[in-house]
């Protein structure tokens, strides 16, 4: 599956560095499209691989009633977790991704999906002129202060999934709980590293 690359410019866009899980899967799914087929069934290496593969993702979305024959934008895709169950949902899949090796290895895990397109690149940079039924963003509006300036940059992130939207198209919006139980028992923001930061409302300030 050829993937479509937004070409900006770097100086001024954040540039998201892949960690060393996502080269593995990206070697893994290079050598096998197929490799997270069954892993359901088998034991993961990882915790990070687990995050990425495990069926257990999709009961995020997959009681939602989408329309058939419905186009969705997939904001924030990461490896694909979501994207195939979107695919079988819909009848189209823009699944945007800021990452290029995870958008990689999104293509290569649903190659097998003639209705999806992987495009290379942050909303900040998308432009479409197509109007979609829905749009989701899991786990990534938080990062909406590294793409945009301003004083409200999560405002302005929305603004243009409202527009992108049809006249009664939905956003689907799923974001971690900061005052959730770990972080009240103490395990370390995921975002700043920090001991119950995000139950202090981040005094030390942060960008996601």
């Known amino acids: 599956m050829p993937l479509k690359q937004i070409i900006v410019d770097r100086t001024s866009s954040p540039v998201h560095a ?11 799914f290079k050598r096998d499209p197929n490799y997270s087929a069954d ?6 290496t990882s915790w990070a691989e687990e995050y990425h593969l495990s069926p257990l993702r999709h009961n995020l979305l997959k009681w939602f009633p989408f329309v058939p024959g419905s186009t969705i934008l997939e904001v924030g895709a990461g490896c694909g977790a979501l994207t195939g169950l979107l695919c079988r949902k819909s009848r189209r899949v823009v699944a ?22 992987v495009v290379v690149g942050g909303l900040q940079n998308f432009v479409s ?46 974001i971690e709980n900061k005052i959730g139980l770990k ?6 923001e995921d975002h700043t590293g ?11 300030g942060h960008e996601v």
Do not use: W
Request: hydrophobic share 35%; glycine share 8%; aromatic share 12%.
């Open 194 to 204: 920090r001991v119950f930061d995000s139950i202090y409302d981040y005094p030390h």
């Open 129 to 174: 002129d197509e109007k979609f039924d829905y749009i989701t963003v899991i786990g990534v509006l938080e990062y909406a202060g590294k793409f945009y300036g301003g004083e409200r940059p999560h405002g302005t992130f929305l603004a243009k999934l409202r527009d992108m939207l049809n006249r009664e198209g939905k956003l689907i919006l799923a």
């Open 183 to 188: 972080y009240v028992c103490g395990a370390r």
């Open 39 to 44: 892993r359901g069934k088998m034991r993961y």
């Open 18 to 28: 892949a960690g060393a899980a996502e080269r593995r899967l990206y070697v893994k």
């Open 96 to 117: 945007l991704e800021y990452s290029k090796q995870r958008a990689l290895i999104t293509a290569m895990r649903h190659s097998q999906n003639s209705n999806l397109e």
